[in-house]
């Protein structure tokens, strides 16, 4: 692998993407150090950054093919957006959306796909309200790639979700982060991992999984905003490229926590299973993009449960594990009894799902 | 020309782009029309959106050579979106920044343009705060797509330049827009046209111009500061993708009354002069990147002048003419004292120089 170049990996959301993003980008990008407006710094790389009390987050979306199974390049864009921005404790108001196309893309697949970003957008309540349009030539572009921004403000509820939590234990953060999470915090996942991936792989490459599984991809603001009313939540992320695994690891490093987990727990469809068993994969490391990874105070993690089950893209929510310093890193209680490293993907196994 | 694709002149930011976004865009994207935090929605066609007092602007750019004289695709991404910003009457607040690379893609330029993208906006004072990095498969994408997206507040100087203009007539708009300008209002650019097209296409065919000639690539937001303290602005805009022809026809347009343009009055470099004569262009179709047209109640003209050429940006700034209802569209009088239409560009004669 030549090492002046860039690879697949440094975009797959692994340790090879973190090192660039280390290396190469935070020594010329973000704010200084004395600018008083900004309170979620690019260096702290969480999903979204804070300034003058107005939340930003970007994601570019390049998944082939652009038409699957349960959605769509236009929904997943619209959907990401709004959970990056969800995931540190916002109400999405709006999104930009930047589209790239292909000379020669069909009109016909341009409609579907700019409907469908409506559509979840409307479903969502946030509206798309500004936009770009730029068409490369033929063969300079592999189709279509979309961008979308977001902005938004403090979630309503994020104020008394942050009492709550300090009721059980001290907590100096003013947003939902991954260096929120300290030993005895609670793992929840809101539903089964692996499926969007999966979906998108099999579809791809025809392996016949994707007849009973399909794209996850959803808007979880409702959800979320569900669960900050609750109250006791620390941490959350929408586990996307790198999956689980990433996120679990990227809030024990940044936390500096262990993390203890139950595979007996984890919710993942047989179907997933099998497909990652035939192609070698960790269901772990699969992208999802309609979950969210949630660490709550253990006085509230039942309440916040029942919260995320209430809601149609919640009902298969699991409590997995727990944060802890008998270990380090994250630990996988295996099914047997065992114990199994969990680490951060070095890659991603599967390209261009998102 | 096949009608059921997308074509080159789709991306052009002219006449087809427009009816594209008319007809295929605006009926599924946007906010409802009863929703009140929306200012300045998609549907309006600025250059950026206003909701819930925040301003968001979004572009993608695609730049061929990526490295050109004056600047290159991370100097264009921060001071574009920063110039779609000022352009409403905000101050840029912080920018993202999501990058689209080619696999394969050396390493060194990849730090070249993130160096470059930093470099602006810390001249601009405007952070780059949040990202995200894709990575496509070689073949898959010609190098490098960079998005910029930004927020920005009102800027501090706009209620008194609203209270400047309306000193003089009546105003009922609450930000600077492409809808504002009124008979009599006095039209002034910034600058030299058509540097910036001029020298992308000519440095990328190796036609020669590029040797006295660079790009204008610069963030304008302190110039735009400046001339919105001095007062009495009604409209704004960066004469991107079309130029100066498609920057006043959609005044025209929009604002329904008559631009009339005096030619010898046009700041335009004799190179760029001898490079359209040559290549068949119109050098106020040509895209610019470090201009900016301004309407201005024609009471504030000169002030409004002589506040732009305090800048360096805008040394060689113009009055070029005024709206008029003597006429409908956009009407240059010429050298010889003939008069020529001046429509709004089709396609754009240049593609892929933003």
Redesign the interface.
């Known amino acids: 692998m ?7 990996a ?3 959301g692994g340790a090879v ?1 973190g090192s ?2 280390k290396d ?2 935070l020594k ?5 150090a004395d ?1 008083k ?2 309170e979620l ?2 260096e702290e790389l969480d999903d ?2 804070v ?2 009390g ?1 939340v ?7 998944v082939k093919p652009i038409f699957f199974p349960g959605g769509d390049i236009g929904s997943l864009a619209v959907a990401g957006t709004i959970n990056d921005l969800s995931a540190v404790g916002a109400e999405p ?2 999104l ?13 697949d ?2 579907r796909l ?2 469908s ?3 979840t ?1 409307r479903e969502a309540g946030v ?11 033929k ?4 189709q279509v ?1 979309v ?1 979308t ?1 977001g ?1 938004g ?1 403090r979630s309503p509820y994020l104020d008394s979700n942050i009492e709550e939590v300090r009721r059980y234990r001290e907590f100096d953060s003013e947003w939902i982060r991954d260096s929120n999470v300290r030993v005895g915090d609670v793992i929840i996942v809101s539903g089964f991992l692996g499926d969007h991936g999966i979906t998108v792989l099999s579809f791809r490459e025809g392996y016949g999984f994707e007849s009973k599984l399909q794209s996850d991809v959803a808007p979880l603001n409702k959800m979320i905003g569900g669960a900050l009313e609750e109250g006791g939540i620390v941490a959350m992320k929408d586990p996307t490229r790198g999956g689980f695994s990433n996120t679990l690891n990227e809030w024990a490093e940044k936390s500096n926590v262990g993390i203890a987990l139950r595979e007996t727990d984890i919710p993942i469809r047989e179907e997933v299973h099998s497909a990652c068993e035939m192609l070698g994969f960790d269901p772990l490391d699969i992208g999802n993009e309609g979950k969210i990874v949630v660490a709550v105070v253990k006085e509230k993690a039942d309440a916040v449960l029942e919260a995320l089950r209430s809601f149609e893209e919640g009902k298969d929510a699991a409590i997995v594990g727990e944060a802890t310093s008998d270990i380090r890193g994250v630990v996988l209680e295996t099914l047997v009894g065992g114990k199994r490293i969990i680490d951060m993907p070095v890659g991603d196994p599967i ?2 799902i998102c």
Chains 1, 2 share one sequence.
């Not at 030549?2 to 697949?8: F, H, K, L, V």
């Not at 010329?28 to 200084?32: A, E, F, I, S, V």
């Not at 930003?56 to 390049?62: A, F, H, K, W």
């Not at 930009?96 to 016909?108: A, D, H, K, N």
């Open positions: 030549p090492t002046d170049r860039i690879t697949m440094h975009g797959a993407m660039l993003i190469r980008i010329h990008l973000g704010g200084t600018d407006r900004i710094a690019l979204s950054a300034v003058d107005i930003l987050s970007t994601d570019s979306y390049v108001l709006a930009s959306c930047g589209l790239i196309v292909e000379e020669g893309f069909p009109l016909e341009f409609d700019i409907a970003s409506g559509r957008g509206p798309i309200v500004t936009g770009d349009l730029k068409v490369m030539e063969g300079a572009l592999d790639v961008n921004s902005i403000k390209p261009r």
